[in-house]
């Protein structure tokens, strides 16, 4: 069963696993992958001056990759988001430190997708939070390349804004119904940074409600919850993957 968008339950649930796990410490993002993508083979790396973190997962049927959010405690992975002075890129401007952290990404995950192997494949990007505007942009790029496959979906969890107005009509067109932008309930994170500082969502979106309970929205452009009512609870990974797991329809 699907529901709108690219959204599967089962593929939702998988991408909230990873990107869950990709907070974890390595020896435990290694010992748990084969339990979510089963004999998954992976690339792990650390980008150390922005404490950012890619992770590669493959078998025979799909290419995960899933960016790492925000780590709460760490500075260094903090600048980043503090970096939103806008950019030029693909027709539209684009955050800065989200930009920034995508273009080191590539030299990490673009080798894989090339591969000879990995052409035909399913390719999921996914991502909470800032992962999740990296995975954002990830999926444009990707419609830029030809050497990877088109088969490809795009699952983000609290992603913040990542583009101008110009940028995300741009992505509605390119991305389409293979872009499923995921908020829970009031997440205080999906508002930022402000329409005032020139930033948009695409409109389409899905949202899990205060008991979890998806259903398809569509956001007026720069539109978004009060921030009196806004929660940053609502933000917290775990969050996304209790409600991911209530609708995977197993």
Same mark, same amino acid.
């Given at each position: 069963?699907?529901?709108?968008?690219?959204?599967?339950?089962?593929?939702?649930?998988?991408?909230?696993?990873?990107?869950?796990?990709?907070?974890?410490?390595?020896?435990?993002?290694?010992?748990?992958?084969?339990?979510?993508?089963?004999?998954?083979?992976?690339? /792990?790396?650390?980008?150390?001056? #922005?404490?950012? %973190? $890619?992770?590669?997962?493959?078998?025979?049927?799909?290419?995960? =990759?899933? +960016?790492?959010?925000?780590?709460?405690?760490?500075?260094?992975?903090?600048?980043?988001?503090?970096?939103?002075?806008?950019?030029?890129?693909?027709?539209?401007?684009?955050?800065?430190?989200?930009?920034?952290?995508?273009?080191?990404?590539?030299?990490?995950?673009?080798?894989? /997708?090339?591969?000879?192997?990995? #052409?035909?494949? %399913? $390719?999921?990007?996914?991502?909470?939070?800032?992962?999740?505007? =990296?995975? +954002?942009?990830?999926?444009?790029?990707?419609?830029?390349?030809?050497?990877?496959?088109?088969?490809?979906?795009?699952?983000?969890?609290?992603?913040?804004?990542?583009?101008?107005?110009?940028?995300?009509?741009?992505?509605?067109?390119?991305?389409?119904?293979?872009?499923?932008?995921?908020?829970?309930?009031?997440?205080?994170?999906?508002?930022?940074?402000?329409?005032?500082?020139?930033?948009?969502?695409?409109?389409? +979106?899905?949202?899990?409600?205060?008991?979890?309970?998806?259903?398809?929205?569509?956001?007026?452009?720069?539109?978004?919850?009060?921030?009196?009512?806004?929660?940053?609870?609502?933000?917290?990974?775990?969050?996304?993957?209790?409600?991911?797991?209530?609708?995977?329809?197993?």
């Amino acid at each position: 069963m699907a529901m709108g968008l690219s959204y599967d339950g089962l593929e939702a649930e998988v991408c909230a696993e990873l990107s869950d796990l990709v907070y974890e410490l390595p020896y435990r993002i290694r010992s748990r992958i084969g339990g979510i993508v089963e004999g998954a083979l992976i690339v /792990l790396r650390t980008i150390p001056h #922005r404490n950012f %973190r $890619i992770l590669v997962a493959a078998n025979d049927d799909a290419v995960y =990759v899933v +960016f790492r959010g925000t780590v709460f405690k760490s500075l260094r992975s903090w600048q980043a988001n503090l970096a939103f002075a806008r950019k030029i890129w693909m027709n539209g401007k684009v955050h800065g430190g989200f930009l920034g952290l995508l273009n080191r990404a590539n030299t990490v995950y673009k080798p894989i /997708l090339a591969r000879r192997d990995n #052409r035909e494949k %399913r $390719i999921y990007f996914t991502g909470h939070s800032q992962g999740g505007a =990296v995975a +954002f942009l990830a999926a444009m790029d990707n419609t830029r390349s030809l050497g990877t496959s088109r088969d490809w979906v795009n699952y983000t969890f609290g992603q913040p804004r990542t583009g101008n107005k110009q940028f995300c009509r741009i992505s509605e067109t390119r991305l389409g119904e293979r872009c499923s932008r995921i908020a829970n309930s009031r997440d205080l994170v999906v508002g930022v940074p402000f329409v005032w500082q020139g930033y948009d969502h695409i409109r389409d +979106f899905l949202h899990y409600d205060g008991s979890g309970t998806i259903s398809r929205r569509r956001q007026n452009a720069g539109a978004g919850w009060p921030l009196v009512t806004a929660s940053v609870k609502d933000h917290d990974m775990a969050n996304y993957l209790k409600s991911a797991k209530k609708n995977s329809w197993r």
